[in-house]
């Protein structure tokens, strides 16, 4: 969607930015009568913030299965901060970022882990790790996902590219719209802002690319995650390069994602 990110109070004339708050609401007076007084601009990101430290100590001496008491408290909790997150923010591209990740797949892992008939001390000390870490974006390294837990990793990837790749292909959108630009990439009617000077070029190959990365996340999908880790995580680098490559125009960027959706073409055809 496009808004106009900077507001100003029609009560008290204060100036506040709707892309800090994600409210029409006056900070200081409090009344809903504002208007926005600076030009529209792509925006799908909403103020969120992950804090999960009630849900560590609720759950940090779980042994087994875990309580019921709280793991629906923790779903909902995973799920309004996913909903609330995107990737443009004020009409610049934000990368996929860690803690995204790491609430989706949290999220992901909470009810698999539930539907283990006997979880190991491996499987438990892995979804406590990603609760320990998801709110500051740490997730336990690759290699560490029990195969117990690996179609979270992969169902993570699945739903996070598939979002981040919804709101890339809406900036692209945004950006064949944007026929004039200063050098650094920003005019004053643009709704979308990026670096170079070669933004028209860089539509075709990345739109290419993100077919290809549909392609690999359908198949993902379709084996409901189940796929070795390193392919779940090949599928997170390739969107995130294709967003560097359409942030910056490097080149680098996009040929890094070529590479890692080849690594998820040839490792899928040999798990299969």
């Not at 050098?183 to 190959?205: C, K, M, N, Q």
């Not at 969107?239 to 490097?250: F, Q, S």
């Amino acid at each position: 969607m496009k808004v106009r990110g900077e507001r100003q109070c029609r009560e008290c004339g204060v100036r506040w930015s709707y892309y800090e708050t994600g409210s029409i609401e006056c900070p200081d007076c409090g009344s809903l009568r504002s208007v926005g007084v600076d030009d529209r601009t792509a925006h799908t990101d909403a103020p969120a913030t992950l804090d999960l430290s009630a849900h560590r100590a609720r759950f940090g001496d779980a042994r087994g299965t875990l309580p019921d008491e709280g793991v629906d408290d923790l779903k909902d909790d995973l799920r309004e901060y996913a909903r609330k997150r995107g990737f443009i923010r004020g009409g610049e591209l934000l990368p996929l970022d860690d803690t995204y990740l790491a609430a989706r797949e949290l999220l992901e892992a909470v009810d698999l882990y539930d539907r283990l008939r006997d979880p190991t001390d491996r499987d438990r000390e892995y979804l406590l790790g990603l609760l320990a870490g998801a709110d500051d974006g740490d997730r336990p390294a690759t290699e560490a996902v029990p195969d117990s837990l690996r179609e979270a990793r992969g169902m993570a990837a699945v739903r996070a590219v598939d979002e981040y790749r919804s709101d890339l292909l809406a900036f692209l959108d945004e950006l064949a719209g944007v026929d004039t630009v200063e050098a650094v990439g920003e005019s004053e009617t643009a709704s979308v802002s990026v670096a170079g000077d070669d933004l028209l070029a860089r539509i075709d190959p990345a739109r290419a690319l993100l077919e290809r990365l549909r392609d690999r996340t359908k198949r993902v999908e379709a084996l409901t995650g189940d796929v070795p880790p390193p392919d779940a995580d090949a599928l997170v680098d390739a969107a995130n390069a294709l967003g560097e490559y359409v942030r910056t125009g490097d080149k680098t960027a996009l040929n890094r994602a070529r590479d890692r959706l080849s690594d998820t073409s040839d490792t899928e055809t040999n798990h299969h």
